[in-house]
């Protein structure tokens, strides 16, 4: 994050030393200043989304607001009202950081249109995009790619039996687990009230097999800590090419998830 802040403000510093050579030449970069603040407030909505917001936009703002009223100064010094720096460095600051909060509430509700309020993964929509994207290279590639769908047995009993905050830690919590247990390269999805979707790329029925394992037993342990007498049904397909829509395979997705609840209701005896 570091980094990030020292790109944004040495260009800054670079956009005030064009400025201040620029000026008395008749032309303005006055302008470009908007740009550092833009890219804070893009920076901000990041760490945001990532439940560690931040406030780098007013301050990178505030930092273009001096740095601009310094470099107009600088052209006619001594000769610069103080008061009319001090005004300057105020009204821009305002401005900046305004303008800052608004490009950071556009980016965020831009964001959060493809997010999950409650666990920050992928909705159905970003899904959806990123498995149209991976039929695209696995038609070029011939190689296949795997959809986990994934449900929680047992969730409305349980919020029935406790509470509403009950019934979302156990929703972040599988939400994490599924983070956990997959890779950076795979889209991890709340597409239902507790049905949840992974899209692994580049996945054969074998890796995927593995995967699911992973994911199970990592549930398991999980629920068992906490006491939630809840599971996870889990039906897979793997496809290659994009001969089938996504509807169709996570249709086919859900359909082997439900064929392997219902061997568990007959099981344990559910209802």
Not at 79 to 104: D, H, Q
Request: hydrophobic residues 45%; glycine residues 6%.
């Amino acid at each position: 994050m570091f980094w990030r802040f020292a790109l944004v403000v040495a260009e800054i510093l670079f956009i005030t030393f064009l400025d201040y050579k620029m000026s008395g030449a008749f032309y303005s970069l006055d302008v470009l200043y908007c740009l550092p603040i833009i890219q804070a407030a893009r920076i901000g909505t990041i760490r945001s989304l990532r439940h560690s917001d931040t406030q780098m936009s007013a301050l990178v703002g505030v930092i273009a607001a001096v740095a601009w009223s310094i470099a107009e100064a600088a052209v006619v010094w001594p000769n610069y009202p103080l008061g009319a720096f001090t005004m300057n460095i105020f009204t821009r600051s305002i401005t900046f950081t305004v303008l800052g909060r608004v490009v950071a509430k556009l980016w965020k509700e831009r964001d959060y249109s493809r997010k999950d309020a409650l666990t920050g993964l992928a909705n159905r929509l970003e899904l959806a995009e990123k498995f149209a994207a991976e039929q695209l290279r696995s038609e070029r590639s011939n190689r296949p790619y795997s959809l986990l769908f994934i449900d929680i047995d047992q969730f409305k009993m349980l919020n029935d039996n406790h509470s509403r905050r009950v019934g979302d830690e156990v929703l972040k919590a599988v939400s994490g687990i599924l983070r956990d247990n997959s890779r950076s390269v795979d889209t991890v999805a709340r597409i239902g009230e507790e049905e949840f979707a992974i899209l692994f790329p580049e996945t054969d029925e074998y890796i995927c097999g593995v995967l699911v394992m992973r994911v199970k037993s990592a549930s398991e342990k999980k629920f068992q800590t906490e006491g939630w007498s809840i599971s996870l049904s889990i039906g897979h397909v793997t496809v290659t090419g994009s001969a089938r829509s996504f509807d169709e395979i996570l249709h086919e997705a859900d359909e082997k998830m439900y064929s392997v609840k219902m061997q568990r209701h007959t099981q344990w005896g559910w209802t």
